[in-house]
């Protein structure tokens, strides 16, 4: 994957901090968290559209421990369009939730069961160093989007994956 | 006897169309196996089990069907419910005797060529082990059967546990026979169902659960915590230690976290990405650091990291590695329930050198898990009072665990042997700072950033105490319609 590019870390740096440290079992202070959750998303995804960079739909179910929506990736002028869910872990925010792409699961080494992306050498110790700050939004932008840019075009390549027109 | 002649024939048709899918499904196989390509042939793999599956369903029925018509005591009656399962070609092999491993009430020491324990309980005419029955009483949880974890659960079996419960959410799939244990046909079982199967047959007499799930989720976790507490209500624990054999940091959080809530003491068990390293540690609540103390340690492989091909894969994996460290393992779970030698605090493996460091971990009093701070005080407290009453001169029973001098938060470096060990003259732990490390052991996760009050309101997400969170939902659903 290497290091993150400029247009990343730019994008990262503009994404809020979150501030509430409380995981969903925590009944008091996980709603609050969610918020920030919600208030951060928001952000980036405004940033994603003013830019014209926009690649991903996401929302949760109302605890806020499931989420879901599509994630897409452009290459040679056409869309790959892929789900993309996750659990929010219940050690959250001291770990980071595990993004799955189920379509994907089984077709490249640099994936775990399930379809969960392997995040291990880059990203993770960048959550561990940056926790409880980070959310949702951030493990989008410097987890999935970067795994993406890197796969998704290899995986076209190779011919595992195949526009959804060309099928 | 019309009847009951009419239903072989029957049983011949209905099995006819899946022999045939049988047969084509095997030569798809046999084509795949020579192209080798291995996600087709997992998935054929599959579909051959499910038509097998399919046919001795059948033949079950037929045969069911069969019993039913036949007047009592034509044929062979009651067992004919037994012979579906072996296909024809078998009767022209010669019969294979199979022993059956069945029940043992009490362990025996009487060596015999058919005593399953007397080379175990030959360990207390040495000498070595006190009582070597009480394994009987105990349980133990392995989360993750994977390379350590089910090896780790063969040797806790052979070795005659009491319980074993074993936990996992994968499958078995052709991909893991660079391991030990499974084998290519438990190919698309559960983890836990294939190790079970396996295991009771080598040791009918240990009570196996199986849990085929995630522990890292919300519900999983309940459920964790639930089946490893007694009657399921989730505040005593009914199992005498946990083995954490996951492969990944959420989940090992996830056992750390559940074992502070429960007080469980735990070891953690680990192997390097690439394949050349690993360690084990033992937890215990307050006692010792927890799995948040400090960030994850690790043995260092000696290589320079920017010489590592990472590109690719996820990670390496050697049978050899994996057993090693499922046999450091157990081996300290052994003596940690039976009461003999040492139990290890931490040992690491370093497979390019063949280096072992061991060291001890304190707790951090500024741990970010609040439960193990409050455990932390809880076990101070506990060894003031107990120093008392040996001023008083009480008879006090000793903790399991070591006992710590009041030092302030550090990791203590222990060579060879831990604190208040008998024997353990030459070296006592050496109080030292973080950056101190036993030689070739270093974290593998950075700590957390503090980042000061200032930053963080300057940089932080702003949110209305009036909206709620379906109101901030409902917005970024319109903003993704957009």
Redesign the interface.
């Known amino acids: 994957m290497g290091d993150w590019d400029a247009g990343t870390k730019s994008t990262v740096q503009k994404i809020?901090?979150?501030?509430t440290k409380a995981g969903?079992?925590d009944k008091e202070e996980w709603?609050?968290r969610?918020?920030?959750e919600?208030?951060?998303?928001?952000?980036y995804?405004?940033l994603n559209?003013g830019s014209d960079q926009d690649w991903f739909?996401?929302?949760?179910n109302k605890?806020?421990?499931h989420w879901s929506?599509k994630c897409w990736y452009i290459h040679n002028l056409l869309k790959y369009e892929f789900d993309l869910e996750f659990?929010?872990?219940?050690?959250y925010p001291?770990?980071?939730p595990?993004l799955q792409l189920p379509e994907l699961d089984?077709?490249t080494?640099?994936?775990?069961?399930g379809g969960k992306i392997?995040l291990?050498?880059h990203f993770?110790?960048l959550w561990?160093?940056?926790?409880?700050?980070f959310g949702v939004a951030h493990a989008l932008c410097l987890g999935l989007g970067p795994w993406m840019a890197a796969e998704i075009p290899h995986l076209i390549d190779s011919g595992i994956i195949s526009h959804k027109d060309k099928k | 006897m019309m009847e009951g002649g009419s239903a072989p024939v029957k049983e011949q048709e209905d099995a006819t169309h899946p022999m045939k899918a049988f047969a084509s499904e095997l030569s798809k196989l046999q084509n795949q196996v020579q192209a080798l390509q291995s996600t087709k042939l997992q998935e054929q793999v599959l579909k051959l089990r499910d038509s097998v599956k399919a046919i001795n369903e059948r033949v079950q029925a037929a045969a069911e069907d069969l019993r039913k018509d036949a007047p009592v005591g034509m044929g062979s009656g009651g067992s004919s419910a037994a012979v579906p399962t072996s296909a024809a070609p078998r009767a022209a092999n010669p019969p294979v005797v199979v022993v059956k491993r069945e029940k043992i009430a009490k362990m025996s020491a009487e060596v015999k060529d058919d005593n399953p324990y007397s080379r175990l309980m030959a360990l207390q005419r040495m000498g070595i082990v006190k009582d070597y029955e009480k394994i009987r009483e105990k349980t133990v949880a392995v989360v993750g059967i994977g390379g350590v974890g089910s090896v780790a659960c063969e040797m806790l079996t052979r070795c005659g546990i009491g319980g074993l419960l074993m936990y996992d959410y994968d499958k078995v799939e052709l991909a893991n026979m660079n391991r030990l244990f499974f084998r290519p046909e438990h190919s698309g079982m559960t983890k836990t169902d294939a190790a079970v199967k396996t295991l009771m047959e080598i040791n009918p007499d240990v009570n196996f659960e199986s849990y085929h799930m995630n522990i890292t989720t919300v519900d999983g976790y309940d459920k964790f915590v639930e089946s490893i507490t007694k009657d399921g209500d989730g505040k005593t624990s009914r199992v005498d230690l946990v083995l954490s054999c996951v492969d990944n940091y959420e989940a090992r959080m996830t056992i750390n976290q559940a074992c502070l809530e429960l007080e469980q003491n735990w070891m953690e068990s680990g192997v390097s990405e690439d394949a050349v390293s690993g360690h084990i540690q033992v937890i215990e609540p307050g006692v010792t650091a927890c799995f948040e103390c400090v960030p994850p340690l690790v043995v260092a492989s000696g290589i320079d990291e920017k010489t590592l091909k990472r590109e690719g894969v996820c990670a390496a994996s050697l049978p050899t590695t994996m057993g090693m460290v499922a046999g450091f393992l157990v081996q300290n779970t052994l003596k940690y329930l039976l009461n003999f030698g040492q139990v290890s605090p931490y040992l690491g493996y370093n497979a390019m050198k063949d280096y072992f460091p061991t060291m001890d971990i304190q707790p951090n009093p500024g741990c970010s898990n609040a439960r193990c701070c409050k455990l932390q005080v809880k076990y101070e407290e506990k060894r003031k009072q107990r120093k008392l009453d040996k001023e008083k001169g009480e008879a006090v029973e000793e903790d399991m665990g070591p006992l710590h001098e009041d030092n302030e938060w550090s990791i203590s470096v222990v060579e060879d042997d831990g604190p208040q060990q008998e024997g353990a003259g030459e070296e006592q732990g050496a109080a030292t700072s973080e950056a101190n490390l036993a030689d070739g052991i270093e974290f593998s996760m950075p700590k957390a950033d503090v980042i000061d009050e200032k930053t963080l309101e300057e940089n932080a997400v702003e949110t209305n105490d009036d909206e709620d969170v379906d109101e901030l939902r409902a917005q970024l659903e319109a903003l993704n319609a957009k």
């Open positions: 809020p901090l979150l501030k969903p079992r709603p609050k969610l918020k920030e919600y208030a951060a998303l928001i952000k995804v405004q559209k739909t996401i929302s949760s605890e806020g421990t929506g659990d929010i872990p219940v050690t001291m770990t980071s595990e089984g077709k080494s640099k994936m775990y069961r392997c291990s050498i993770k110790p561990a160093k940056n926790s409880p700050h």
